[in-house]
């Protein structure tokens, strides 16, 4: 680790939902061009990473009340994201163990098969109302295995009381 990058001491559950609304933010930020068709699901990266360093602050519960918020930040049919983040949550926090041992690297391509899951139920789910979905649908699971790294060195800055 550089010297550059300073630990900064949080409290983990003052950590966690701060950091969930940091990407919460991100998520509604109004991204111009090409860059909104390829934004990662922050919020599900960061419950992702939560999920795999404190599985014990990072609950289906949680990833589901969080899905809520997004669902109506976003004004997405309620309970799309919610399921998409419990279901998750859930496999994330089952193996945490083994994907914690991982290689960055695997552990992105962990991070993309969540993401894809994750994509797949929101698919499901919009197709059920007939909405239209584009090919860019499916960039952010790219970007978001992609960038999985960086989020989890710079998360990995915020350290426990």
Same mark, same amino acid.
């Given at each position: 680790?550089?010297?550059?990058?300073?630990?900064?001491?949080?409290?983990?559950?003052?950590?966690?939902?701060?950091?969930?609304?940091?990407?919460?933010?991100?998520?509604?930020?109004?991204?111009?061009?090409?860059?909104?068709?390829?934004?990662?699901?922050?919020?599900?990266?960061?419950?992702?990473?939560?999920?795999?360093?404190?599985?014990?602050?990072?609950?289906?519960?949680?990833?589901?009340?969080?899905?809520?918020?997004?669902?109506?930040?976003?004004?997405?049919?309620?309970?799309?994201?919610?399921?998409?983040?419990?279901?998750?949550?859930?496999?994330?926090?089952?193996?945490?163990?083994?994907i914690r041992h991982y290689l960055i690297i695997q552990q992105s391509l &962990? #991070?993309?098969? %969540? /993401?894809?899951?994750? !994509? *797949?139920?929101?698919?499901?789910?919009?197709?059920?109302?007939?909405?239209?979905?584009?090919?860019?649908?499916?960039?952010?699971?790219?970007?978001?295995?992609?960038?999985?790294? &960086? #989020?989890?060195? %710079? /998360?990995?800055?915020? !350290? *426990?009381?």
């Amino acid at each position: 680790m550089s010297k550059s990058m300073t630990k900064i001491k949080l409290p983990l559950l003052v950590a966690y939902w701060l950091t969930v609304v940091v990407a919460m933010a991100l998520n509604i930020i109004p991204w111009g061009g090409a860059f909104l068709m390829v934004t990662p699901d922050w919020v599900l990266l960061i419950l992702i990473y939560w999920a795999l360093v404190a599985p014990e602050t990072a609950s289906v519960g949680k990833a589901w009340v969080v899905g809520l918020l997004v669902d109506v930040l976003t004004g997405q049919v309620l309970g799309q994201y919610a399921l998409a983040y419990a279901v998750s949550i859930f496999l994330s926090v089952k193996q945490h163990k083994r994907i914690r041992h991982y290689l960055i690297i695997q552990q992105s391509l &962990v #991070v993309f098969m %969540l /993401l894809l899951l994750a !994509r *797949i139920l929101v698919f499901w789910i919009e197709n059920i109302n007939h909405q239209p979905v584009s090919m860019n649908f499916w960039l952010p699971v790219l970007t978001g295995a992609i960038v999985w790294p &960086v #989020v989890s060195l %710079l /998360l990995r800055n915020i !350290r *426990i009381v």
